[in-house]
Structures are given as structure tokens and as C-alpha cells.
């Protein structure tokens, strides 16, 4: 699969009826932290997710499957919406963009170094994880 791609369309968000069950990746979901679901991008993949609207990013790590509603492209947890100030509406057109994994691959996976190359939010609580 080509990771090196963006896409645009439209997100949603979810939170509390998922909170702290476990994802297609096995991982607990935190509705408070920077996770999301996508059909196809393989778990783990890094994506900046960038509010088309009002110019807000965050980076989002892909830890479940989904939107299952459709014309929609992403899913992101309560606490990315809140970043990206789409959390009262529902729902935003977004630009996604993988993140380059032979350059994440070059860097540490700490949070403020990736939020610093890549000019976004400190708000991060999941862990980095190498793309490979």
C-alpha cells in the first residue's frame, strides 16, 4: 500500500459509548486521546488530520476500522474533534495526510518532535509508534 497519500473529505467523531474498549488493533481507546478509524490505512499509521475550515491540525494514530457511515472518511476520537473544534458540530471536511514513514523512521517518536516538525498541537496522549 502507498502510504504516501492525502485525501479530503469529511469526519466524525466518537467518544463515550467507546470508551475504553478495546479497537480492531487490540488497543483500548481513549476517547481523550489522539486516535482514529479508517477503512483501509494499516493500524498504527500516523495522520495529520486538518480542519478545512479553520486551519486546526492535530496528528491522529490509526487504532480502529471504520466510519461505517457513508461519504464519510475518517473517524476521529472525542479528543481530536475537540483539537480540531469540530466536537459541537459532528462532523468537518478534513484533509488527511499520512505522514511520511521514511521520515518518521529518522526521528525520535516523542509527541514534541513530531508536533514540531510538523507545526501542530501539543495536545497528544497516545504514544508514537514506528511505520513500517
Given at each position: 500500500?502507498?502510504?504516501?497519500?492525502?485525501?479530503?473529505?469529511?469526519?466524525?467523531?466518537y467518544?463515550?459509548?467507546?470508551?475504553?474498549?478495546?479497537?480492531?488493533?487490540?488497543?483500548?481507546?481513549?476517547?481523550?486521546a489522539m486516535m482514529a478509524a479508517h477503512r483501509t490505512l494499516p493500524f498504527g499509521t500516523m495522520v495529520k488530520v486538518t480542519n478545512l475550515s479553520n486551519g486546526k491540525s492535530c496528528?491522529?494514530?490509526?487504532?480502529?476500522?471504520?466510519?461505517?457511515?457513508?461519504?464519510?472518511?475518517i473517524d476521529v476520537s472525542r479528543g481530536a474533534a475537540q483539537e480540531l473544534d469540530f466536537a459541537d458540530n459532528g462532523t468537518?471536511?478534513?484533509?488527511?495526510?499520512?505522514?511520511?514513514?521514511?521520515?518518521?523512521?529518522?526521528?525520535?517518536?516523542?509527541?514534541?518532535?513530531i508536533r514540531s516538525a510538523y507545526g501542530i498541537s501539543d495536545v497528544l496522549k497516545t504514544r508514537f509508534i514506528a511505520i513500517k
Open positions: 500500500m502507498d502510504l504516501n497519500v492525502s485525501m479530503t473529505g469529511t469526519a466524525s467523531w467518544g463515550h459509548g467507546f470508551h475504553n474498549r478495546k479497537t480492531a488493533s487490540g488497543k483500548r481507546f481513549d476517547q481523550d496528528i491522529v494514530e490509526i487504532t480502529d476500522r471504520g466510519p461505517f457511515v457513508k461519504n464519510r472518511i468537518a471536511k478534513v484533509t488527511l495526510e499520512v505522514l511520511d514513514p521514511t521520515f518518521t523512521n529518522e526521528i525520535s517518536y516523542s509527541p514534541r518532535n
